[in-house]
Structures are given as C-alpha cells and as structure tokens.
C-alpha cells in the first residue's frame, strides 16, 4: 500500500493531467481527502461564492462526491432533515419529541421500494445509493476527526447519523402540496353560515358554486382535525435551550417566479431563463448551488441540499426553473365508526379494520415508547373523535410512487431537447410543479407535472365521506397537461395563478395564487422589445404591488370626518403602489390591509363564529368588494363599505403614527417589514429592512403580527442561455451550513441589495475564480 504522502502526490499529479487548470489556479493549494467508495479521484473546486464544482471520470463517483460534499457543507441542516422527516427526533432530543415522530412516522412512504425507484428512471436508485455512500463516508470521517464537527451537533449533545439510500425517497412531510387545510376551513365556514358563505373565503379558478358532498356533515369536521399533519409536516427550531416544533403555516403563501424569453425579444438574440423559487427564509438556505461534472452529464444550478441531482439550472443546452403549480393532490376523509368496535369503519355494506402498524421510537434519556399508527384503506388516521364516533384520515398523493419532492429531478435534468424535457415531467409526481424551458437551439416552453387524482362526480373542496362512495378512479395521464411551445408573444412565464387554458378536459384543481404577480411579469417583458441578463434581475426586484394599485383608487370619493382617516387619505392617495422599503405610504398601506382592513373585511364576510379563525384574506375577492359593494354588502352596501374604510383607515393611521412617530414624511415600510435568516439554533443571519409583500415579484409574505418576512426568494438566478457564464445567482444568507465558514453569511448583503454573482460554468472560468481546490481519492 502507498503511503499517504505519495498517495496524495500521485493524486495531485493526476489532478493536474485531468484538469489542466489555468496558472491562476495552480497557485491555489490543492488538498486531498481519501474517500471510501470512489472509483477515481475527483475535483472539488470550490469557488469564491461558497458554489461547489464537482468534476469526476464517472457518475457513481459524481453522486458520491456530491453526497461528500452536502455533508461537508450542510450535515447539520440534512442531519436535522433527515431526523424530523423519519421520525426520530425523540432519540436524541429526548420525550417532548415522541409525539411529533409518531405523527411524521405515519406520512412516511410505505409503499413497494422497487416501484418507487423505478419511478424516477434507471440511475435513481444507484444515485440515491452513491450519495449517501458520500455523506457516510463524511460522517464516519468526522468520526475520527471530531473537532471539524459542525458546532450544532456538540451544542445539542448528539451525533451526525449514518444514512440509507431509501431515506433520501420515504420522506415526503417536507414537500408543498394542497389542499386538506383548506378543505379543513371551508368545512368550517360552511358549517357556521352555509355554502353561500364559503364563497368569501377563496376565488375558485375556474368558477365554481361549493356543494357539500352527499353524506358529509361539514359540522362533523373538527378545528383541531389537522393538529397531527400540522406535526408531521412542520420543521424545528432551538428557542429557550432547546429544540421544538416550528409553527405550521397553514396560509399557503410559499410560491414562486420563472420567465423564458424567446431570442428574438432579447439584446442578444439568446434565450433568457430566470427564476425565483418563495420559500421559508432559513440559515442556511432551503437550496443548495452546485456544479456537477462527469462523462454524460454537466449540470449546474439549485437543489434541495439533502438529495442528489439538480431540481432547476442548466446542463449546457436546456435550461429550466420551477414553481408551484395548483394542483390539488390531497383528500380529508371522514369515517363512522363500528359503535361496537370502534377499530372498525363503515366501507360499503359492511365494516372494514384500521390497519394497524406498531413502532417503537426510541427516547433518549427515557424508555423507548412503543408508537401505534393507524391507517385506513385511503391512509393516514389523523384523528378518532369518540364522541362523535368518527375517525379522519388524509389521502395524498405523495404517499404513491414516486413523488418525493423534488427527486424527479433526476428524470429531467439530462434532458437535451424540449421532447425529451416534457417526456420528463409528464411522470413528475410532487410537489405539483411548473416548469419554465430554454434551450440553446433557441426555444422557449412550459410545461406542468403532477400526480392528478380523478374524482368522479366530485371536486375535492370538501372533506368526504370514507364509505366508498367517493374513490380516487386513478390518476390523470400527466401527458395530456397542456403545455406551451415557442408562444407567438415571445415568452412564458408562471407564477403560481391559474393557467389552465378554457375548458382544458383535465381539471386539476380550484385554488391558485392571486394573478397579480403574473401580471406584472407579462407587463413587463411585453413591454420590454430588448430583454437582458441586467432586466430580468431588475424585475426579479420588482416592487410594484397590482391589488395595492387596485385598492388605493377606491378611496378617491372617500370622505372623512375623522383627522387620522382624512391624513390616511391624503398619503394614500398619491401612492403608486410601489412597496419600497423607504416608502411612508407603503408603511400605512401594508399595515392596513394586513392588519386592519382584511381581518375587518373577514368580519363583515365570513360567519362571525369562525371569522377570526380563518387566517388569510383572498385580496381579489376584497378588492371586488370595495369596487361592487352592493353585490357583497346587500342595498346600502355603498355605506358599508365606506365605514369599512372609513375605521380601519383610521386606525392604521394612529398605530402606524404610533411605531414611527408622529411625521409621515419620516415613515419607512422598511423600518416595519424585516427579514431574518433564521437557523433552528440560533445562529440567524439579519435583520435586515424589507421591502416588496406578497404580492410583488420581489415577493416578500410577512406576518401581520410582527412584520417578519415568513417567505420569499432566498435564491435567484438568471440565465444567458447558450453563453452560460453570463448567468447570475444568488443564494442568501450563503452556501454553508456551518457557521463557522466564511460562506455561512457573506451572500446576505448581496441578496439584500439586489447584487448576483456569476454562475460559472466553463472550467477556464471556474479555475479562474477558484478559492479552494480539494482531491478526493479513492480509498488506499
């Protein structure tokens, strides 16, 4: 056996001869790190923005360097993903977590493993395997070297764990999906006031009337039904010395942006790709950028940090970028039980046993407890209400074959042409997704992926009767999605609103995000003859807010005794919509629609016993009101309306004044709204003074209680297609995970102030820009 020091020189030398990186890079030192498991060495090179380029001779060798390096860079943030989404948080936080593993347990896939793998294509399975095999190998080095343990792990008093390849597919609580929780508050409005009543709660695309599916009794349906999905689906955080459940954020407010401009609307007759993706703002980020290289295969961009592959970038002739796409993959089924055996549930004529599985979740510092799940025919039990003498239990499809989020994909990310790219996702199971297209022959598209149910004679609104009578009669063919080519406006773009075209036969669902963001897209680039790189960045920081437009030139014949709402009326009626950070009338705007006019609209609409409990306001269906309020007021509506604004102008006034002083002139919407990277230990990144909301491309949601930015694009790219290198990206608050590295933070200012860095992708440009370069050996 070579000894160690020829062993790295020899690696080094081969390095060298692969490579043959420029003379810059060469005056960068290179290490070498012995790897269990490759075949033949591999380059790490890491550039000065924290993004890993990954150049090995093979694809196993690709997928366990990346696996390595996910660990390297991230072992605590998937050490904690994996934990939570398995269920075993309990073993090394102790008891308070047994109940949360026990919920996350049941939403586990348990279905048959080889259809699973073969859903997401020949490699899946050995990509899944070599990646692990990567973090392991990380692990177990860490083992020997403990000091290079990321800070959390010796915090907390726990280990990194060793992982298998299966748990990369059976977890899903961690995917968006839709739509049991509103099912869940429809229930509860139809219950308090009716069917008529639902229709405050949410604009149905397309239009549809609310019918309560025969057998059901909305008032059957419990405020607390979801408190187990809540557990199995939310995340952790370290607050008071310890960790504990994250709050659920049941408003549905994560989203996203993608745009593809076709080469005869740009300066440089190249395709342009940009994209946004809205999610938590965490640190580290919930995406990871890296560049892998192997013979096949050379692909760079975003990905969930915890799987191998790339979910949106490019690979050097298609490029692609994602958002949510409204597709309801989920049902909330109501059992009768047997009253004398209440193990049992009504199924047709007969009676029908919860299956039921038993677990034991390991304690520590405790004994291990032994967790009971029960399932139904349709799947997880979430609730037995004794005194009602029902069960509930969700059916979703990302607890079928191949739709754990976002690992489809690996069926897409080769993909070399828009036929093959559309092949790809028409098996796409979840999250349900549209994908934005380019590519370097010039050609533009877009094309959605979902696993659909087919409900018969029902809509999925509603929670429904277990009995039979309401079943699943398959899936849609995710081929007959429509999809779009080369459009003759010379772009496409999405962002989450209704884009089904009038009377496509597949209805895939009814909620979908307002349309303002996509409105301002379109307005933009139609307007725009010449698009660039520097354009598409621009409006990626677009602050321009469409229902605040809409809403403001209601108040133009308003009137006013009272001085706060007459002082209301005179900032807000010059304001142009624009939700800057250094906006006064963005300050007064955003306070009260968010925290004064929508909770008082969700008042005069919504049953009184449940209208505090709804917790978001359909803007379009408010901005209808204040426009037709007779239509939603009834005779007089007018009056009521105008007193409507009338107090909560007012009082947004005097609550503002009160946060900011007594002079307008000197109010920032910045100095309310802020964003923080929050770490689940602590180590957060920001605050920072925030601008855009919701319903801006810079999309910013917030809480109203705090002003807190909850959701937003942490990571951004643009690309030139075709003369990749002029692409730009960020990714806030960095790349690592660990707080100790110089990467952990040093991308949230660039973030904050709109500035992106190259994403490099030619291997000239990467040696270039290369802060560190590492040799990972096959083992001696």
């Known amino acids: ?8 020189a020899l690696a080094a030398g081969l390095v060298l001869c692969l490579t043959a990186p420029s003379v810059a ?3 960068r030192p290179t290490t070498a790190q012995f790897v269990p498991g490759l075949r033949q ?18 694809t196993d060798d690709l997928f366990l360097a990346q696996g390595f390096n996910a660990a390297r860079d991230r072992l605590f943030q998937i050490d904690l993903w994996r934990r939570r989404g398995l269920g075993e948080l309990s073993a090394v936080f102790g008891p308070a977590y047994v109940e949360q593993d026990k919920a996350t347990r049941m939403f586990l896939y348990r279905g048959d493993m080889d259809r699973e793998w073969a859903s997401y294509g020949p490699v899946a399975k050995q990509a899944a395997t070599r990646f692990t095999e990567g973090i392991n190998a990380y692990v177990r080095r860490l083992a020997r070297n403990p000091e290079r343990t990321p800070p959390e792990f010796r915090r907390l008093g726990y280990e990194p764990a060793l992982w298998r390849p299966e748990d990369v597919v059976r977890i899903r609580s961690h995917g968006i999906s839709k739509n049991v929780y509103s099912e869940v508050l429809r229930s509860l409005v139809v219950c308090a006031g009716g069917v008529k009543a639902s229709e405050a709660l949410w604009r149905l695309e397309p239009e549809r009337r609310t019918v309560v599916p025969e057998g059901l009794d909305p008032c059957a349906v419990p405020m607390d039904v979801l408190r187990t999905y809540e557990l199995a689906t939310r995340g952790v955080v370290f607050e008071n010395g310890a960790l504990r459940p994250a709050p659920a954020d049941i408003t549905g407010s994560e989203g996203s942006n993608s745009w593809a401009i076709s080469p005869g609307r740009t300066a440089t007759g190249r395709p342009i790709l940009a994209g946004d993706p809205h999610r938590a703002l965490t640190a580290p980020s919930l995406r990871y950028v890296a560049h892998l290289s192997a013979p096949g295969l050379d692909v760079i961009g975003a990905g969930e940090p915890a799987l191998p592959g790339i979910s949106m970038g490019h690979n ?13 993959q989920e049902d909330l089924y109501v059992y009768e039980l047997d009253p004398g055996d209440p193990g049992r549930y009504r199924y047709r004529d007969g009676w029908e046993r919860f299956r039921t599985t038993t677990e034991r979740v390991p304690v520590a510092g405790g004994a291990p407890v032994d967790a009971e799940l029960l399932f139904s025919r349709h799947g997880p039990v979430i609730k037995i209400d004794r005194q009602r003498n029902l069960a509930y239990a969700v059916r979703t499809t990302w607890l079928e074959p191949g739709t754990s989020p976002y690992f489809g994909s690996m069926t897409y990310m080769g993909a070399r042409d828009f036929a093959e790219f559309s092949a790809a996702m028409s098996t796409w199971g979840g999250p349900p997704e549209n994908q934005v297209y380019a590519d370097t022959s010039g050609n533009i598209g877009w094309v959605p ?8 004679g029902w809509d999925g609104l509603l929670p429904v009767p277990g009995d039979g009578r309401y079943e699943w009669d398959g899936f849609h063919d995710g081929a007959r999605l429509p999809r779009s080519y080369n459009p003759r406006q010379g772009f496409v773009a999405s962002a989450n609103e209704f884009n089904l075209p009038a009377d496509h036969p597949v209805q895939v669902g009814f909620e979908w995000d307002p349309p303002y963001r996509k409105q301002r897209i379109d307005e933009v680039l139609a307007s725009s003859p010449r698009s660039s790189v520097e354009d598409s960045i621009r409006l990626q920081a677009d602050q321009v807010s469409k229902p605040a437009q809409h809403i403001v030139r209601v108040l133009g014949g308003l009137a006013s005794a009272d001085p706060d709402t007459k002082r209301a009326l005179n900032l807000l009626r010059s304001y142009d919509g624009v939700a800057d950070a250094d906006s006064p009338e963005a300050a007064l705007f955003e306070t009260w629609f968010s925290r004064h006019l929508a909770p008082a609209f969700r008042r005069a609409t919504l049953p009184p016993e449940v209208a505090d409990s709804i917790p978001f306001t359909d803007v379009r269906l408010l901005a209808d009101a204040l426009e037709s309020p007779e239509r939603w007021f009834g005779p007089g509506g007018k009056a009521v309306r105008d007193d409507l604004l009338d107090t909560t102008l007012g009082s947004a006034y005097r609550e503002v004044a009160g946060r900011l002083g007594a002079d307008s002139r000197l109010w920032r919407w910045g100095a309310l709204q802020y964003t923080e990277f929050t770490s689940p230990v602590g180590a957060d990144v920001g605050p920072f003074p925030r601008g855009g909301s919701a319903y ?9 209680a705090t002003f807190q930015q909850s959701s937003g694009a942490s990571f951004k790219m643009v690309l030139d297609v075709g003369r990749w290198d002029n692409s730009r990206a960020v990714n806030a608050p960095g790349q690592s995970g660990d707080p100790r590295s110089p990467h952990y933070r040093d991308l949230a200012e660039r973030w904050r102030s709109g500035e992106y ?4 992708y030619s291997r000239d440009q990467v040696d270039r820009h290369a802060a560190s370069r590492i040799t990972l050996l096959p083992q001696q």
Do not use: C, K
Request: glycine share 12%; no cysteine; net charge positive.
């Open 1 to 8: 056996m070579r000894s160690l020091r020829a062993g790295t």
């Open 25 to 27: 890079a060469q005056s």
């Open 41 to 58: 060495p591999v380059e790490l090179v890491v550039d000065r923005w924290g993004v890993p380029h990954i150049y090995a001779q093979n």
């Open 316 to 328: 050097g002739t298609v490029a692609f970028g994602l958002t949510i796409f409204g597709a309801d």
């Open 449 to 456: 992926g979902a696993l659909t149910p087919r409900r018969g």
């Open 696 to 704: 801006t491309v810079d999309a910013s949601s917030y809480s109203p």
């Open 757 to 760: 860095f190259p994403l490099l």
